[in-house]
């Protein structure tokens, strides 16, 4: 690999000088109210003397600053404009990048009587079968950050465990640009000030570039482009009350970082660091369990007071811009969670006849974890946009260390204690990149094709050890290899929108002793349908085929102690299942219902089985699953102080030949009120259930 870093390298400092021919002139400007405060949703123009149309044209942002990018020198003449109306004009002479500073008003907008405006920017739309999440629609303030507006965007569920669309797992993306790290993303997101966040996309269902894994799809967070300097510094604590042991700890959150950006008009750089702490409220469990044979009756509680986390996540990233054509990336990511000691305690009774068992278990757990990333980016676009080229490879490395003592005391039929300590060790590797061609063939209709390998590779050693007797170890290798091939076309036309793609994955995954081996291609169909009408109503139905992997702890022969007399053993026979999906997304206004069927073939399930008075875990493919799914969001303004962005998703899974669960009920509601008391004050109160 290195071989080929260092070519590579020579090759891009050879093109320098040719991708630096051609440039884009730069000029900024800020726009003010007559009383200084930020004039934001005007247009600004520039326009060269006799031109009929404009040169560049954007709009102010919430902060009143915009860039508007000229590829000639010369004269132009600059206009301020709001609803048609002219508020400013001045000349303006571009040699290179230009910064006009502050701009002040004469006459402030909310002033012109003779404007009479009878509609408001909707704050969610569709376009292309995407649904756009207009970030300028919510309550802005200093403090908010990309992941206040990702938690408030319609059918999206963003926390520190991941993004789901509508109850499904998704991704990620920055300006188009996959995110994956191996931890820390949420530090990442909570480190852009949403005055950055232009808008964000929410691309519902899996289209063919990809991975047939994803079943959600992807969320891109649009960001306006990066001049000057600009920093942040903050902090934060938070309190979700009280834990479940017997101290009754308060539960806080604390946190903080600073970051800092520089942009050119032809680079851009960040780097950012945060620290956060905390507890979670911890989990109550009770399980049954009843022997059909024996008649034997277990009953066993479990209470986890709470995992207490720290960590520390470092970024930083570099963006050159050579020429309008070529654009090139580096991302890099590390994150380190301190290893504090976590508790939880357990109970169980077994009965049979006349015979009673009783014990109690309490473990301390240590868990280390170190994760770093590196990203990188090329992008292409020729000046009449009907070729790109993107390009993308990442490298991940993850490493855990975690070790579990167990404190067991028997009460029934006799009094025993037993000491073990149980480790887990694992490292990972993946690697994997992606490039992708698209080429405009008219006004209507974009053609897409590329490929992808990826390449993961685990070690993972489990220890074992009872008092004074020796340790035992199950160690595990794996090499798991992913080629991808996709193509997709699409046609667009005023309020239709079509798109059809395939996608084809092998996989190859083998174990380094040979126990273990899965090789299987499959096809993965996507079909998307989308029909804006003129009543404001959006329409979208899409159909996708996806695949859930396996992991490969559920694919070993080895077998994991999980309590007394409990053990949960993997299924080398356990296939990748398939899913299809029909989704039909409506949208009018600030309301967005979402509904979904689901069917898979060979579902993964749960299977118990018993030897002797032992208990056994694992997994085997059923025979059929359905799921239903329906969602509904609101996102607008009840009254010009008062902001709400309300969901609600309802869930059934049905599953006809499990012998654990053969139906599943889950809901999930959401609720987000911002009420704005003054230009500075404003008070959030948000809600969620799931």
Known sequence: MRRGIIPALILFVSLLPLLAAAQLHDVRLRVLEPDGTPAANLMCALKAPGAADAAAFAFTDSTGATVLRVAATGHYGLSVLSFGKVLHEQEVDVAGAVDLGDITLRTATQQLDEVMVTAERRAVSNREGRLIFDVSSLPLKADYTAVDALVRTPLVNFSSDGVTIAGLGAEIRINGIRQQRASGLYAYLSAIP??????????????????????????????????????????????????????????????????????????????????????????????????????????????????????LTVNAGLNVRPSELHTFGLET??????????????????????????????????????????????????????????????????HKDEEARWDVLYTQPDTLRRREINTDRSRSEMFYTQLAYTHRLSKEIELM????????AMQNDNGYAEGDRLARENRFRYVEQIPAAFAEGSYSHGPLYLSAGLRMEQTDL???????????????????????????????????????????????????????????????????????NIRLRLTSGPHTLYLRWGYSPNPITNMFYSSGDTLYGTNLNAARKYEYTASYSFNSRLRPWWHIAAEVELQHIHLPESQYKQRITQLYASMRHTWTIARAVSVDLNADYG
């Open 194 to 311: 949403i005055d950055r966040v232009e808008r964000i996309e929410v691309h519902a269902g899996r289209s063919a570039d990809l991975d047939a894994s994803n079943s959600g799809g992807y969320v891109d967070i649009i960001l306006r482009s990066l001049y000057g300097v600009s920093g942040f510094l903050h902090g934060g604590l938070s309190y979700y009350g009280m834990s479940y042991d017997a101290r009754r700890r308060a539960l806080l959150t604390e946190s903080g970082g600073a970051g800092i950006t520089y942009g050119k008009e032809r680079w851009s750089a960040f780097a950012d660091v945060s620290f956060g702490a905390g507890r979670s409220t911890g989990v109550k469990s009770q399980r049954e369990t009843t022997f059909l044979s024996s008649g034997e009756e277990r009953t066993g509680t479990n209470t986890t007071y709470g995992d207490r986390r720290r960590g």
């Open 449 to 456: 094709a590329g490929g992808k390998y990826a390449r993961t």
């Open 510 to 580: 083998r174990s380094h002793s040979g126990d273990v081996r899965q090789t299987y291609t499959g096809l993965y169909p996507s079909v998307r349908a989308s029909y804006n009408f003129p009543s404001g109503l959006s329409v979208n139905l899409s159909y996708s085929r996806t695949l859930f992997r396996p992991p490969f702890q559920l694919l070993n022969h080895h077998v994991f102690k999980l309590s007394e007399r409990e053990y949960y053993v993997g299924n080398p026979l356990l296939k990748a299942e398939v899913n299809d």
């Open 333 to 398: 990511s590390l994150t380190y969670m301190f290893p504090p000691t976590n508790y939880a305690e357990a109970a169980q009774q077994i009965v049979l006849g006349s015979r009673r068992e009783l014990y109690t278990q309490t473990t301390e757990t240590d868990r280390t974890t170190f994760a770093g990333s590196l990203l990188a980016n090329y992008r292409y676009a020729s000046k009449d946009g009907r070729h790109k080229v993107n390009w993308l490879a990442n490298y991940i490395h993850d």
